[in-house]
């Protein structure tokens, strides 16, 4: 396994948000020994010159091979994390997507691979089960309250 280590640069992302029976569809993230630490919804970089959105929907085209329709205006996170010993930096836009209606519907888990090869594995994941103890973290961090924030409208 190849040690990955954040961008030196700001990156701009889009991540979807897709729910199931109330649960969030979610890639585990790995550190560099390949332990689970924690889980990510998909979605990926912006490329130069592509709106968030069609990088959204981009991203879930090649990484799933399906076409999500956008719901509603996005969250905004700042992200500015450490990951093994370096620091990375990301401005997230957050959005909810719809899969095409027999996508999925009757796996538990989705299998694919990153452009870099690697090999993914991503389920849904009840919320109250994230960022609590002996469980995996919800990343990016903040972002479990935000989603419930604006559940509950405070946001």
Same mark, same amino acid.
């Given at each position: 396994m190849t040690a990955w280590l954040p961008h030196p640069h700001i990156r701009v992302v889009a991540i979807g948000l897709h729910w199931r029976d109330?649960?969030?569809?979610?890639? *585990?993230v790995r550190d560099d020994a390949g332990r689970i630490k924690g889980v990510r919804p998909l979605g990926g970089e912006i490329e130069f010159g592509e709106s968030w959105r069609a990088a959204l929907m981009r991203e879930f085209n090649e990484e799933l091979g399906i076409d999500v329709t956008l719901k509603g *205006?996005?969250?905004m996170l700042e992200n500015i994390f450490l990951h093994e010993g370096a620091i990375g930096h990301e401005v997230m836009f957050i959005s909810e997507v719809e899969f095409p209606k027999a996508a999925f519907r009757d796996q538990d888990r989705i299998d694919f691979r990153e452009d870099n090869g690697e090999q993914i594995?991503?389920?849904w994941f009840d919320l109250a089960d994230l960022d609590v103890e002996g469980a995996p973290s919800l990343f990016p961090s903040g972002?479990?309250?935000?989603l419930l924030g604006a559940r509950d409208g405070a946001v």
């Open positions: 109330g649960r969030l569809l979610a890639a *585990e *205006e996005p969250l594995v991503a389920r972002l479990k309250g935000l």
